[in-house]
């Protein structure tokens, strides 16, 4: 059995929910043949999200991690390729924090690229059912300081193990004007179970054009 690592956020900026930990904890009740699926939900909290992510890794000693976070406005679900060493906060955090500027990491480096196969996720994903894309900013809030502090903390302390990270649109029930994007969970989870089987037996990816013009 391949261990799995699948965290999710609780609800930030007045919402009652968020999509991720909907989402991590479906997939981790009805896993993919073959993986042992631990769900954790993190605190959307600048410092205390990455002490609770390093202490999930040491509990579980997971060969893959994959982190999910909310990505409202985006329209698919998106597969992270790259970490920065920046926390720049537009809005403060739970516990009203707002970094600006500061690394997530003093002394580490400028980025980090995720070890899962990104491009054969992609695929894994729309071959599910559910639209998705190749992402090359997972932001500068809490989402990506908890995609750069899983990198750091697997290339320094768990060289063996995959990560990565993956933003989730709106769930429909938050955007019931139709003001944004939306997928159903359940659809997700389908979605994230393949991707999860894909990034655990699959070590070489898919040479493919998913980048970006600007």
Same mark, same amino acid.
């Given at each position: 059995?391949?261990?799995?690592?699948?965290?999710?956020?609780?609800?930030?900026?007045?919402?009652?929910?968020?999509?991720?930990?909907? %989402?991590? +904890?479906? $997939?981790?009740?009805?896993? @993919?043949?073959?993986?042992?699926? #631990?769900?954790?939900?993190?605190? =959307? &909290?600048?410092?205390?999200?990455?002490?609770?992510?390093?202490?999930?890794?040491?509990?579980?000693?997971?060969?893959?991690?994959?982190?999910?976070?909310?990505?409202?406005?985006?329209?698919?679900?998106?597969?992270?390729?790259?970490?920065?060493?920046?926390?720049?906060?537009?809005?403060?955090?739970?516990?009203?924090?707002?970094? %600006?500027? +500061?690394? $997530?990491?003093?002394?580490? @480096?400028?980025?980090?690229?995720? #070890?899962?196969?990104?491009?054969? =996720? &992609?695929?894994?994903?729309?071959?599910?059912?559910?639209?998705?894309?190749?992402?090359?900013?997972?932001?500068?809030?809490?989402?990506?300081?908890?995609?750069?502090?899983?990198?750091?903390?697997?290339?320094?302390?768990?060289?063996?193990?995959?990560?990565?990270?993956?933003?989730?649109?709106?769930?429909?029930?938050?955007?019931?004007?139709?003001?944004?994007?939306?997928?159903?969970?359940?659809?997700?989870?389908?979605?994230?179970?393949?991707?999860?089987?894909?990034a655990a037996t699959r070590t070489v990816d898919l040479r493919v054009p998913e980048g970006a013009t600007h």
């Amino acid at each position: 059995m391949t261990r799995v690592l699948l965290t999710g956020f609780e609800p930030f900026d007045g919402a009652d929910v968020n999509p991720s930990w909907e %989402v991590a +904890r479906l $997939v981790a009740d009805n896993p @993919p043949d073959g993986l042992l699926v #631990t769900a954790t939900r993190l605190s =959307c &909290v600048f410092g205390r999200a990455a002490e609770e992510l390093r202490t999930a890794i040491a509990a579980c000693a997971p060969d893959l991690v994959v982190c999910l976070g909310q990505a409202i406005g985006r329209p698919d679900v998106t597969v992270e390729r790259v970490a920065v060493n920046v926390d720049d906060a537009r809005i403060p955090d739970n516990a009203g924090r707002q970094p %600006v500027d +500061r690394p $997530v990491v003093p002394g580490g @480096p400028a980025a980090y690229f995720a #070890t899962l196969p990104v491009k054969a =996720c &992609v695929a894994a994903v729309r071959e599910a059912g559910a639209p998705a894309s190749l992402s090359h900013t997972a932001g500068t809030f809490v989402c990506n300081h908890v995609f750069y502090a899983l990198m750091h903390t697997l290339a320094t302390e768990h060289p063996t193990a995959n990560g990565g990270f993956v933003h989730i649109p709106a769930l429909p029930e938050q955007v019931l004007d139709g003001s944004a994007p939306a997928l159903p969970a359940d659809l997700v989870a389908h979605a994230l179970r393949a991707l999860l089987t894909t990034a655990a037996t699959r070590t070489v990816d898919l040479r493919v054009p998913e980048g970006a013009t600007h």
